[in-house]
């Protein structure tokens, strides 16, 4: 396949062109740039189809290799089909943006802003959890860390615990009783007024 080198030109030039305006703030510019690259696009596949053959018309006596291929003119139809109605679209949103703010600049979103200035840590999400966060007691961890729990503990074990003072965790920054903290993980928190402002302890 042998290829035109005007074209390839060409081509670079309007790609270049419509991708510096496509990242531009202005709609109308973004709007210019979309049309050169759907231009530049219709060179590239004019590129693919070689130079200028014969019409595509079936012969006996014509070779195979004479004719011109159709389908990238196909597709290049399809391509003008397909950049006319982003155009279109492209004037509505410009056109109602000029009617609501009497500007083609897109302006910063404050809630854009908002959401950037954001850390990305999360208090509650991102903080060590010392005790599994489940709705089932036997899997919230005792003081030591190591036991399943503190309570229910049987044998000498049983004896032992009673002379200790109740476990605490640490959850949320505060310290809390691991009887409280296991509650919290249960379906229907004791630590929740079921009145109907909610409220807790």
Known sequence: MSVNLTLLIV?????ACGIYLILERSLTRVLLGLML????????????????GLAPLFAKDIAAKDYNDPLPQALILTSIVISFAVTAFMLGIIYRTWLLARQDEIQDDAEDRRVAATPSFDAEDDAEVPAETSEFPLTMLGSDGMDVSDRGA????????????????????????AEHAAAEEKPGSLNIDPSPEGGGK
């Open 37 to 52: 690259l759907a231009n530049a696009t219709n060179l590239l596949i004019l590129a693919t189809g070689g130079y200028a």
């Open 154 to 177: 049987s044998g000498a074990d049983a004896g032992l615990q009673a002379d200790q003072p109740p476990a605490t965790v640490l959850a949320g920054g505060r310290e809390m009783s």
């Open 11 to 15: 081509m670079g030039a309007l790609y």
